[in-house]
């Protein structure tokens, strides 16, 4: 199948959206939005009933969801009864299978970098790492060890000409 054609897809009428399943809500809160600056957007409870139909625990979930600066929405999810047990910490990000990380574009990296550092965030980057010319990514994790990378572009209506019309 030509990789350029496309049969069928998806009709989104918002952006994606992101969910991390937590096993302590209040310290991924206070990264997301006290360290990162996102905004919280709602907070509701899915039932046992409802959460076992989804597939999603036998008990019942919390959701939060945040608002990042640019609109898009992460969502911290933390089962009610039994949190998820963690699971071993590599520091290698490309080398695990299934495992996906956010990434955030910036325009601020040494702000970014900055923060981080002051706020004690553990990093995986000793600095932001030119990946090619003029661009500049950096990655940290967050509480529960999940991966963020910072990516900063020279020109970002090259890099995403679908958002940036010259």
Request: hydrophobic share 40%; charged share 20%; net charge negative.
């Amino acid at each position: 199948m030509d990789s350029n054609a496309v049969s069928w897809s998806l009709e989104m009428p918002i952006p994606m959206e992101v969910g991390i399943v937590c096993q302590d809500m209040d310290k991924m809160l206070d990264f997301y939005v006290g360290i990162l600056g996102f905004t919280l957007v709602g907070d509701a409870t899915a039932l046992a009933e409802n959460s076992t139909k989804l597939g999603g625990t036998p008990h019942g979930f919390r959701i939060i969801r945040l608002r990042t600066p640019y609109g898009e929405m992460v969502k911290l999810v933390q089962p009610l009864k039994e949190a998820p047990k963690p699971r071993p910490f590599s520091p290698w990000s490309m080398m695990q299978p299934g495992y996906a990380y956010l990434t955030f574009i910036v325009s601020n990296m040494k702000e970014v970098v900055q923060r981080l550092q002051e706020k004690g965030v553990k990093t995986l980057s000793s600095g932001p790492v030119e990946s090619r010319p003029g661009v500049f990514a950096y990655f940290s994790v967050d509480p529960e060890n999940n991966f963020v990378e910072f990516t900063e572009y020279p020109d970002i209506a090259s890099y995403r000409p679908d958002l940036y019309k010259k």
